[in-house]
T-cell receptor
Framework: AQSVSQHNHHVILSEAASLELGCNYS??????LFWYVQYPGQHLQLLLK??????LVKGIKGFEAEFIKSKFSFNLRKPSVQWSDTAEYFCAVNAPWAGGYQKVTFGTGTKLQVIP | DGGITQSPKYLFRKEGQNVTLSCEQN?????MYWYRQDPGQGLRLIYYSQIVNDFQKGDIAEGYSVSREKKESFPLTVTSAQKNPTAFYLC??????????FGPGTRLTVT
């Protein structure tokens, strides 16, 4: 069964610090990878996604993620965080499942707190 | 305005009662999902539906039931068989590029 691991549960950074959130998945075949973000009081929304091609993908608000197939990783990065980046971040993997269906599995989430 | 609506935002029930959570979408998406979000556990899939009149159990389907009679609607019933029903429930739909669109959620409290 596919699984997604997010190693950092709670990260606290000062504004302007660099961010890297880890995400590893377990599935040997072709996957689609996503990062979603949940700002306080708001809906979960897509930050960025990887389907194929350039393994370095750019998303909204200056975020980027790098897909490293050999490491089964899809880490999220931002060079300089802002207070408004305070949110919970979820990594997700879409992969083939039983019966020809596609299944999305989410990680447990990382709460990011940015201190002004 | 296209999107996912869930109602109500907060729901309170007594133990032993079934309760149905509403989820409606006007995005014309075929696939819809129900997740449960608990602190420190991320989103866990309860049920999903690829198309009308079809649905599949997710990872934690026990004690839950769904129906998909219309494309726009995917209600979730939390039955009395669910051992720990108090949680935040999220509904989502998915487009053809596999991006999921989430509703605002319903916080269910069972006492």
């Amino acid at each position: 069964a596919q699984s997604v691991s997010q190693h950092n549960h709670h990260v606290i950074l000062s504004e302007a610090a660099s961010l890297e959130l880890g995400c590893n998945y377990s599935y040997g075949g072709t996957v689609n990878l996503f990062w979603y973000v949940q700002y306080p009081g708001q809906h979960l929304q897509l930050l960025l996604k990887y389907f194929s091609g350039d393994p370095l993908v750019k998303g909204i608000k200056g975020f980027e993620a790098e897909f490293i197939k050999s490491k089964f990783s899809f880490n999220l990065r931002k060079p300089s965080v802002q207070w408004s980046d305070t949110a919970e971040y979820f990594c997700a993997v879409n992969a083939p499942w039983a019966g020809g269906y596609q299944k999305v599995t989410f990680g447990t989430g990382t709460k990011l707190q940015v201190i002004p | 305005d296209g999107g996912i609506t869930q109602s109500p935002k907060y729901l309170f029930r007594k133990e032993g009662q079934n309760v149905t959570l509403s989820c409606e979408q006007n995005l014309n998406h075929d696939a819809m999902y129900w997740y449960r979000q608990d602190p420190g556990q991320g989103l866990r899939l309860i049920y999903y539906s690829q198309i009308v009149n079809d649905f599949q159990k997710g990872d934690i389907a026990e004690g839950y039931s769904v129906s998909r009679e219309k494309k726009e609607s995917f209600p979730l019933t939390v039955t009395s068989a669910q051992k720990n029903p108090t949680a935040f429930y999220l509904c989502a739909s998915r487009d053809s590029a596999y991006e999921q669109y989430f509703g605002p959620g319903t916080r269910l409290t069972v006492t």
